[in-house]
């Protein structure tokens, strides 16, 4: 399983470096801070951002986890291992696409902010009802 799940990321990260040079995270539809004015500002916002994204989904995460038995437990812990090597592959495959210049900062944090918040709903999406029935 180990080398289906490296291979799985690596696949990712590739793609996510492909598909990110066309469409950058803080220009995203979805994207909380696409009017905000100077870098300082959008880094602030973005770093805000996230801050509430990474709260729902550390939230829903434990919500969840408190609901699964035990080997389904040990699933969600292992896929949500390698969703964190997906993100930061994909987010610093975005952040390296401006080199040194003041917009890699901000798109590493849109990045992190959309793909934390995708995530979320990704959980949200696949548990909602588990986390239902546990309430019943």
């Not at 997906?86 to 902010?113: I, V």
């Not at 949200?124 to 029935?133: A, D, F, L, N, R």
Request: aromatic share 8%; with cysteine; proline share 4%.
């Amino acid at each position: 399983m180990v080398p289906f799940a490296r291979n799985l990321c690596l696949g990712l990260g590739v793609i996510s470096t492909i598909a990110s040079a066309h469409a950058q995270h803080m220009n995203s539809p979805l994207a909380p801070c696409r009017q905000v004015g100077n870098t300082v500002d959008t880094d602030n916002c973005f770093a805000a951002a996230l801050k509430d994204a990474d709260v729902r989904l550390n939230q829903l995460y434990s919500k969840i986890l408190s609901v699964l038995e035990p080997p389904d437990q040990q699933k969600l812990r292992a896929a949500q291992r390698i969703w964190l090597q997906y993100r930061d592959a994909t987010c610093n495959a975005e952040r390296d696409l401006y080199g040194d210049g003041t917009g890699s900062y901000p798109a590493y944090l849109a990045c992190r902010e959309e793909e934390t918040r995708l995530r979320a709903n990704d959980l949200q999406t696949t548990y909602g009802w588990v986390i239902e029935k546990a309430s019943n």
